[in-house]
């Protein structure tokens, strides 16, 4: 199986005056393509500087890192902008519309920074909002949608670029339990048409709907184990796990 995600021995070190805090402590972890990960942790364990680092919005300060066949463990800043952009759905808890924007604008934000032109921009943005499920709702601003429908532009906005990951950080934090499962609905549904998803939970009830489950505690991986969803998955897509095991 293709690997998407490769950490080998990432340690993560942060100096405040005499004093140096360890937030991950030498994290090896490999994600093969299609998975469906949840990544969990208590407060101070390390899942939001993984995170942070797989998502290449900061680098390790030793270790390892290979994303979709790229070194960028020890990117400069602009290497990493580009990575990401190219590379990187991400999904965040508080949705990070633009809000004098519409859907359809907010959804092409990262064709625009990857210079493709308006037309092409226009007919992937509407593609990824039908997706989603809000193709009556593509002109509409954030303050005229429902958080959920904020969230799924959120989440259209991730697939435009058609990324090698969606990297989703509590994404049903800020929504109601109903409208919270009708978004983790989504992700599976995501996952079925072959995305590789990476969700960073504390909730888990969240993490059950991924098909594996990574637990750091004090900056180290304390348990890596499949959930009954994924052990299922396998069973009734039996190509899907002789891909994973290849």
Same mark, same amino acid.
């Given at each position: 199986?293709?690997?998407?995600?490769?950490?080998?021995?990432?340690?993560?070190?942060?100096?405040?005056?005499?004093?140096?805090?360890?937030?991950?402590?030498?994290?090896?972890?490999?994600?093969?393509?299609?998975?469906?990960?949840?990544?969990?942790?208590?407060?101070?364990?390390?899942?939001?500087?993984?995170?942070?680092?797989?998502?290449?919005?900061?680098?390790?300060?030793?270790?390892?890192?290979?994303?979709?066949?790229?070194?960028?463990?020890?990117?400069?800043?602009?290497?990493?902008?580009?990575?990401?952009?190219?590379?990187?759905?991400?999904?965040?808890?508080?949705?990070?519309?633009?809000?004098?924007?519409?859907?359809?604008?907010?959804?092409?934000?990262?064709?625009?920074?990857?210079?493709?032109?308006?037309?092409?921009?226009?007919?992937? $943005? %509407?593609? #990824?909002?039908?997706? =989603?499920? /809000?193709? &009556?709702?593509?002109?509409?601003?954030?303050? *005229?949608?429902?958080? +959920?429908?904020?969230?799924?532009?959120?989440?259209?906005?991730?697939?435009?670029?058609?990324?090698?990951?969606?990297?989703?950080?509590?994404?049903?934090?800020?929504?109601?339990?109903?409208?919270?499962?009708?978004?983790?609905?989504?992700?599976?549904?995501?996952?079925?048409?072959?995305?590789?998803?990476?969700?960073?939970?504390?909730?888990?009830?969240? $993490? %059950?709907? #991924?098909?594996?489950? =990574?637990? /750091?505690? &004090?900056?180290?991986?304390?348990?890596?184990? *499949?959930?009954?969803? +994924?052990?299922?998955?396998?069973?009734?897509?039996?190509?899907?796990?002789?891909?994973?095991?290849?």
């Amino acid at each position: 199986m293709e690997e998407i995600i490769k950490t080998k021995d990432i340690v993560k070190l942060y100096v405040m005056g005499v004093e140096e805090l360890y937030a991950l402590k030498g994290v090896s972890v490999t994600i093969n393509k299609n998975e469906y990960v949840a990544i969990m942790g208590p407060s101070g364990s390390g899942k939001s500087t993984l995170m942070n680092i797989i998502g290449c919005l900061d680098t390790p300060t030793s270790g390892y890192y290979e994303l979709n066949g790229q070194n960028v463990s020890e990117m400069e800043d602009n290497e990493l902008a580009t990575v990401r952009n190219k590379e990187i759905g991400f999904v965040f808890q508080t949705f990070n519309l633009l809000a004098r924007s519409n859907a359809l604008h907010n959804v092409e934000l990262p064709l625009i920074y990857a210079g493709m032109s308006k037309s092409a921009r226009m007919e992937l $943005a %509407e593609e #990824a909002l039908v997706k =989603v499920g /809000l193709q &009556d709702r593509m002109k509409h601003k954030p303050n *005229e949608l429902s958080g +959920g429908q904020r969230q799924r532009v959120a989440i259209a906005r991730a697939l435009v670029n058609n990324p090698s990951i969606i990297l989703a950080d509590e994404p049903t934090g800020n929504l109601d339990s109903k409208t919270g499962d009708e978004i983790m609905d989504l992700f599976d549904n995501l996952h079925s048409q072959g995305n590789t998803i990476i969700l960073v939970t504390h909730e888990d009830f969240i $993490a %059950e709907h #991924a098909h594996r489950t =990574v637990r /750091l505690r &004090d900056g180290l991986i304390e348990t890596d184990k *499949e959930t009954e969803k +994924g052990i299922k998955y396998k069973l009734e897509h039996p190509q899907y796990a002789a891909a994973l095991n290849s």
